[in-house]
Structures are given as C-alpha cells and as structure tokens.
C-alpha cells in the first residue's frame, strides 16, 4: 500500500502507556504521537531512534501524528499493526501470495466458531474457502524472526478456531507478516510465551498451515517483499540460539 504523503521524520524519546510515544522532530519539538502497537516492541523502541510519522493533517485531532516505522541496526521496521492487514488483503486481490486465491472475492474480518473473528476469507474461484489471521511480528534476532514479542491470550483464541475451521472440512492458514526486510526465518518466540509456541505446534498438526512473509518498509509504501520459511520446533543444541533468547 502506498501513503498518500511521505513521511515526517524524527527521534523516539520514548514509548509509554503502550499508545503514546514522544518523538523530537528536527526543529526540536517534541510531539506525541499514537503507538498503534500494543505488542511489547522488544527490540524497537531505543531512545534515540530514527523514526517516521503520518500526519493526520488535522490539528483538532487528539493525537495528530501516527508512529508508524522506527530504524533498527540500519532496517526499517513497521510498528504500525494496523496497516498488515490492508497489505495482505491487497497482496491476495493481486496474485502476489503463491498459494492464496481470492479470486472470487476477499472478505475482512469474519466469524469463525464459536465467538472467533478471523482477519481474511478468501473465495478462490472455484469456490473453495481459506480463513487466513493476519499476525504481525517486529521482533528479529540474528536473522530469525520470532512471534510474539509478549503473551498473547488471543493469538492461542485465533490458533484454535483456525483448527475448528480445519476439522469442519475448511482450509486455514496462518500468516506471520514480518514487519521488516531482514528475517531469514520465523521461530514461534517459546522463550516468551511458551503456551503460544506449542498452540501452535498443535495447529500446524492439526492441518493449519503456518506460512511467513517479510515487508519491504519504504516511506512511501508498505508491500509484500518475499516468503521465508517457517521452523515450529526449536533449533538442535549447538545448531544456533534457542528462539527469543
């Protein structure tokens, strides 16, 4: 997706109240803008930090600038979460996910099970159906990129009505957007929370599938770069650090 202005470039003071963050922008000013991530942002919130900001442009607005990229060790990473969706959603409508036809039509937000809403159902064009959830990840350690940054209750919530979905007879994926250009791989982060490592373990032994995507983080667009290989279970000692450590 692209923005319909570029960016206003600053520096991160600081995160706080998980949707505030204060930036310094270049005349010295400092702003505060909405955090549109209720993830932890381990790894991306250093003082001192590069970051961008979208202009709402409208001054009466509560919080008028929105954070939404920060640079990282030269990497610009999307923080904002808000945007993952839009972006696979117009990925799938253009063909650009091998594997994910929506040929038919591309529905946002539906129920699946019991109290369960799931980000995408795709209609391909023989009428088959897929339910996708749309997670986001910021979190990269040495290459690996590693889902969730902190626990998640709902995650496990969406990994099971995916199953339910499967056991009915459905197809169902989940999809791991990483928020920056430079992962080699996705881990489930069981240092963190171990119970969401294993929910999904069960899941992906249940028959949904569990594929990963980096972004390409540009100040003007937010887009699909290239697939990376999911890994579900930890790697061998002495093959590697352990996921989240």
């Given amino acids: 997706m692209r923005f319909s202005a570029p960016p206003l470039e600053g520096r991160l003071r600081c995160r706080y109240k998980r949707f505030f963050a204060d930036v310094e922008l270049p005349s010295g000013t400092v702003v505060t803008a909405h955090c549109p991530n209720t993830g932890s942002l381990l790894g991306c919130r250093a003082e001192g930090s590069r970051v961008w900001l979208r202009d709402a442009g409208r001054a009466r607005r509560k919080l008028r600038y929105t954070w939404q990229a920060i640079e990282v060790d030269g990497t610009w990473v999307n923080v904002d979460t808000s945007l993952p969706n839009r972006v696979v959603h117009a990925a799938v409508a253009a063909g650009?996910?091998?594997?994910?036809?929506?040929?038919?039509?591309?529905?946002?937000?539906?129920?699946?099970?019991?109290?369960?809403?799931?980000?995408?159902?795709?209609?391909?064009?023989?009428?088959?159906?897929?339910?996708?959830?749309?997670?986001?990840?910021?979190?990269?350690e040495d290459g690996v990129a590693l889902f969730p940054d902190a626990v998640t209750e709902r995650g496990r919530r969406h990994l099971a009505a995916l199953a339910r979905a499967v056991k009915e007879g459905e197809r169902a994926v989940q999809l791991f957007f990483v928020g920056r250009a430079d992962a080699e791989v996705l881990r489930p982060a069981a240092a963190i929370d171990p119970a969401y490592a294993d929910a999904l373990r069960r899941a992906a032994a249940a028959g949904v599938e569990v594929r990963a995507w980096c972004a390409r983080v540009e100040p003007e667009e937010l887009a699909i770069?290239?697939?990376?290989?999911?890994?579900?279970?930890?790697?061998?000692?002495?093959?590697?650090?352990t996921a989240g450590r």
């Fill in 96 to 140: 650009e996910l091998a594997g994910l036809d929506g040929g038919a039509g591309v529905r946002r937000e539906v129920p699946c099970g019991r109290g369960s809403r799931i980000d995408l159902l795709l209609v391909a064009a023989g009428g088959s159906r897929t339910y996708v959830e749309v997670k986001s990840t910021t979190l990269v």
């Fill in 225 to 241: 770069a290239r697939e990376i290989p999911v890994e579900l279970e930890p790697p061998r000692r002495g093959r590697g650090r």
